[in-house]
C-alpha cells in the first residue's frame, strides 16, 4: 500500500464479467455506456495503469474486445487489458462455490456456466498472490466520477473487513427473511438503512484479496456446510448468486463488510414497489447525494447526464 493509500498504488485492478453477450445486443450496449461513461471520468496520477480484466466466454470475447477498443480509444489514462478465460477460472472456482451454487440460484442444477455469478467470494483463490485488491463492477452501470476515488474506499475498511459494498435498496431481503422476522420480532435482519440490514448489492464490490486470504473467519465460511448452516439458521434461500451469500453472511458477521455509501452503487430497479412492498418500498430505495455509480438494474434505463 504505502502511504498513498490503495489510490496511490501503480495498478488499479478492476474486473468485468462478459458472458452469453455474442447474441445479446441490449447486453453489448450497456457494457459500451458502462466502459465509455468509466473512461470519460477516469483520472490517474501519471505512473499510474488500469488494468481490466475482462473475464468471458470465448464467444463473448470479441465483443468484450470491441467494446474495450471503442471506449479506450480517447482514453487519457494508462491502461491495459487482461482476459480471462472461463474454462480455466471455472475449474478452479466450481469446487469453492458448488455448495453455494445450490443455495443460492435460481435453477436446480450446478450449470458450471453459472459458477461465474459466485466468482467473487472466492476471487482471493482465483487471482495471483501479487494483485491485492481489485474492483468489479457490473456492465449495467454509468459512472459519473472518477474510478480511482471508488479505489480509495478501501483505505477506509475497519480492521477485520475485506469487502466493501452498497446495501440493496429494495425490500427482497425483507421479502427473503420473512420467516425469520416472523420468529424473531424486532430483529434488524431485513430492515432498512440506517439501522437495519437490509442485505447487499453486488453491483460494485471491493474485494480486499489480501484480507480475503488472510481472514480466518471468511475462509471458514467459504468451507463446505458453512454457508448451509447459516441458510439453514436464517431459513434463508436465494436466487442472486454472489450477493445473497454477502447478505447471508453479513447477517452473522457484519465486521466482515465494510458498508460504502450508496452514491456509489445507486441501484434503479424498483420491481418490489409494485410487488407487494409499497408500503415500505421508499425506506430502501431513498439515497441522497451525488451519484457516483447509477446502476440500472433489472434492465431498468439510467438518467442522461
Ligand atoms: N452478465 C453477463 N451476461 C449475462 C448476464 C449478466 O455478462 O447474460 C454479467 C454482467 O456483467 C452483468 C452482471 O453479470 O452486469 C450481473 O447481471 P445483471 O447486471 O444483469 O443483474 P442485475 O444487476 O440486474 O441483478
Ligand atoms: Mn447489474
Given amino acids: 500500500a504505502g502511504a498513498a493509500g490503495a489510490a496511490g498504488e501503480a495498478e488499479l485492478h478492476v474486473l468485468l464479467l462478459l458472458a452469453k453477450a455474442e447474441r445479446n ?5 450497456k457494457a459500451e455506456a458502462a466502459l ?5 471520468f477516469a483520472k490517474l496520477g501519471p505512473r499510474q495503469t488500469l488494468v481490466l480484466h475482462l473475464l468471458s466466454d470465448a464467444p463473448s470475447r ?3 474486445k470491441a467494446v474495450l477498443r471503442d471506449a479506450l480509444r480517447s482514453a487519457q ?5 487482461v482476459f480471462h478465460d472461463v474454462d480455466v477460472v471455472a475449474e478452479k472456482l466450481l469446487p469453492l462455490v458448488e455448495a453455494m451454487q445450490k443455495l443460492f440460484s435460481a435453477g436446480a442444477g450446478t450449470y458450471y456456466g453459472d459458477s461465474l455469478f459466485f466468482l467473487s467470494l472466492a476471487m482471493h483463490r482465483v487471482l495471483p498472490k501479487e494483485i491485492s485488491r481489485i474492483i468489479q463492477v457490473d456492465l449495467d452501470v454509468e459512472y459519473r466520477t472518477n474510478i480511482r476515488e471508488l479505489f480509495e474506499e478501501f483505505d477506509n475498511f475497519p480492521e477485520g473487513a475485506v469487502i466493501g459494498i452498497v446495501h440493496e435498496m429494495q425490500p427482497v431481503y425483507r421479502h427473503l427473511f420473512w420467516q425469520y422476522r416472523q420468529e424473531h420480532p424486532g430483529t434488524k435482519v ?3 438503512p440506517p439501522d437495519g440490514l437490509p442485505g447487499f448489492n453486488s453491483g460494485v464490490l471491493l474485494l480486499n484479496l489480501e484480507a ?9 465460511l467459504l468451507e463446505p456446510g458453512a454457508a448451509q448452516r447459516l441458510a439453514d439458521q436464517f431459513h434463508f434461500r436465494g436466487h442472486l448468486g454472489d450477493q445473497d451469500f454477502f447478505t447471508l453472511v453479513g447477517m452473522a458477521h457484519p465486521e466482515l463488510f465494510h458498508v460504502l455509501d450508496c452514491t456509489w452503487n445507486r441501484q434503479l430497479c424498483s420491481w418490489w414497489r409494485e410487488h407487494g412492498y409499497r408500503d415500505v418500498f421508499d425506506h430502501y430505495f431513498r439515497c441522497d447525494g451525488h451519484v457516483r455509480i447509477y446502476h440500472g438494474n433489472c434492465n431498468t434505463p439510467i438518467p442522461q447526464e
Avoid: D, I
Fill in 77 to 81: 489514462f494508462q491502461h491495459k487489458v
Fill in 25 to 29: 445486443a441490449a447486453l453489448r450496449s
Fill in 190 to 192: 431485513g430492515e432498512p
Fill in 212 to 220: 480475503m486470504r488472510h481472514s480466518e473467519l471468511y475462509n471458514r
Fill in 62 to 64: 470479441p465483443v468484450g
Fill in 36 to 40: 465509455r461513461s468509466l473512461a470519460r
